[in-house]
């Protein structure tokens, strides 16, 4: 069972974030079950690749639509992803520089984090972008 499960209430009804949203939410639950599972780093460290580069990719697809939208809650919103990246990144480079391991309480971050900003920041932006005719 992994540490979270894609569900209705967390969709924001833009077909394109949504749909990123669930593949982030797969690749917080194969490092979670990998951790779980007692994998050595030649396992948890690329999925961990996998998932910070699916972040940052998705972080970029949603700043594309702020642009595109002119989102004016824009800023406050990109602050987010960049405290998110700059400690992810962080904690990739002491991950592989063996200064950490992922534990539970990396894991609960992580979903914690993703749950908040979906269900308050990326549903906010998503009632704009529907605003503004964009919401598939």
């Not at 697809?61 to 400690?87: C, D, I, N, Q, V």
């Not at 990144?89 to 609960?108: H, P």
């Amino acid at each position: 069972m992994g540490l979270m499960t894609w569900s209705k209430e967390l969709s924001v009804g833009h077909e394109g974030i949504d749909s990123q949203h669930q593949e982030l939410i797969n690749y917080i639950n194969e490092l979670h079950d990998a951790m779980k599972a007692g994998k050595g780093d030649a396992i948890m460290a690329p999925i961990l690749d996998c998932l910070l580069d699916y972040t940052v990719n998705h972080f970029g697809f949603e700043e594309k639509l702020m642009k595109a939208s002119a989102y004016p809650g824009a800023t406050a919103h990109l602050e987010e992803h960049r405290k998110l990246k700059k400690e992810v990144f962080a904690f990739q480079e002491n991950f592989k520089a063996k200064k950490m391991m992922i534990t539970m309480d990396l894991m609960k971050f992580l979903k914690d984090w993703l749950l908040s900003h979906i269900l308050k920041v990326d549903k906010e932006f998503a009632k704009h972008l529907a605003s503004k005719g964009m919401a598939a």
